[in-house]
């Protein structure tokens, strides 16, 4: 089959089969397609899209271009997440020993941050000494230990995507719904998981502006999941202002270690329960919901949780002693805080600003190659809904070097928005897809 014969058909509305999109993705993994033909193809799909059948079996035949773990020698349902990505979203690192500590196996596969999003990766570096890149051998190792391993991809899974990705990145074909969903999805299937908690964000710090988009894409992912035999389901979450108070890895890793000594910001609490109770009932260790949060809320009670994220720590070389004593963690001397120009309600504190600043800060990378500065980052103060005072403080900008704060300073301040009216905001969480 010619590439030039698959990409006319989809150019003119055409629906691939099965054999055209495996030829594609092999040939992208083999170098066989010339990147010009696979980026023809990529716009394609963006602006013509595809079917239920197409994605499904474009997500396969990514799945089929690395290894598909086993992980069945593990007693238990194996149960991870994926966030679609924002700013502040800090949950992981919550769920994955909480979760673990009530039962439920975790092998978590994470990314790092790109843009204005954060990555579970960056944030788990920030721990002295924390090891990410574990091999297969040593992730199942862990799982046997301690029921949670946190690492990156591997280069054997989902090979394709790495390529495709790469593509996208620079022929303006990331935001389709298709290929985002078998992007994500191929990796969450090869990693060898049973059941899948999907948290779609929402809002401006999100990869998908609108709430209907955001359905889309959840009802895309969550087909994929359970069509390839991983029991699939999605909650849909505000992302217009970043989650918590913290923005930055180090900030961020404290942030959730109050979490799990039962402190910390409501809404950070709100979707990691909603999220870590989801994944109790399809790991099989709770009957329903109400069974889930009472076994959460009791497992954070105890200590458990925090306990095993010490273990956790451990298990994956970093220092546990952080838990106890967050002076260890990387962290920087100078702040600044940025102060409400006018008395109001506040109506706004822009994720995608507030993202971007804390990448200016050193915090994230624009470039993959970056590097992440972990001491870095923004605490958000104040929420939109507060009402405030003329000069109170709502952001406060931890930095490194001068430059840096001058680059930041001006997204930060233009995050803020203050408003004469009080108004109620939505819940977090705003929608399901079963
Ligand atoms: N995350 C992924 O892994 N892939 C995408 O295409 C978008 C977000």
Redesign the pocket.
């Known amino acids: 089959m010619r590439a030039v014969d698959i990409i006319t058909s989809k150019r003119d509305g055409g629906v691939l089969d099965r054999a055209a999109i495996a030829a594609f993705v092999s040939g992208v993994t083999s170098g066989a397609w010339p990147d010009y033909q696979a980026s023809a193809l990529l716009m394609a799909i963006l602006l013509r899209g595809m079917t239920a059948e197409e994605t499904a079996a474009l997500t396969t035949a990514i799945v089929d271009s690395g290894i598909r773990v086993d992980l069945g020698h593990i007693p238990g349902i194996k149960v991870d997440k994926h966030s679609?990505?924002g700013v502040g979203d800090k949950t992981s690192l919550i769920l994955a020993p909480l979760v673990a500590a009530c039962g439920v196996p975790v092998p978590m596969m994470s990314?790092r941050g790109l843009g204005h999003t954060g990555g579970t990766l960056d944030k788990l570096e920030s721990i002295p000494g924390f090891r990410v890149g574990l091999s297969l051998d040593e992730m199942q190792r862990a799982l046997a230990r301690v029921g949670c391993a946190m690492i990156g991809q591997t280069k054997d899974i989902a090979p394709a995507d790495k390529k495709l990705?790469a593509l996208?990145d620079v022929t303006g074909t990331?935001e389709s719904i298709p290929?985002?969903s078998a992007?994500?999805m191929s990796?969450k299937i090869a990693e060898g998981i049973d059941a899948l908690v999907l948290d779609v964000k929402t809002g401006s710090g999100a990869?998908m502006k609108t709430d209907a988009d955001s359905r889309r894409l959840a009802e895309s992912l969550v087909a994929i999941g359970n069509a390839s035999g991983v029991k699939t389901e999605a909650i849909i979450t505000r992302m217009e202002t970043p989650l918590g108070e913290a923005v930055g890895n180090a900030l961020e890793v404290i942030e959730c270690i109050e979490v799990l000594k039962g402190r910390g910001p409501a809404d950070v609490i709100d979707v990691s329960l909603e999220l870590a109770a989801r994944m109790l009932v399809l790991g099989g260790v709770a009957a329903d919901r109400a069974a889930a949060f009472a076994m959460c809320r009791a497992t954070l009670a105890s200590g458990a949780a925090l306990d095993r994220f010490a273990r956790i720590i451990e298990q994956q070389g970093g220092d546990p002693r952080i838990v106890d004593d967050y002076s260890r963690m990387p962290s920087v001397a100078q702040s600044v805080s940025m102060r409400a120009p006018r008395a109001g309600f506040l109506t706004r504190v822009d994720a995608e600003l507030i993202g971007r600043a804390s990448v200016a800060l050193g915090a994230g990378r624009n470039r993959v190659e970056d590097t992440v500065d972990p001491a870095v980052g923004i605490l958000v103060r104040r929420k939109p809904g507060d009402e405030i005072r003329q000069g109170e403080t709502v952001l406060e900008l931890f930095y490194r070097d001068d430059t840096a704060l001058q680059a930041a300073r001006p997204l930060a301040e233009r995050a803020i928005v203050i408003g004469d009216a009080p108004f109620a905001s939505r819940p977090m969480v705003l929608g399901e897809v079963h």
Request: glycine share 16%; net charge positive; no cysteine.
């Open positions: 679609t990505g990314g990705y996208r990331v290929l985002i992007s994500i990796k990869f």
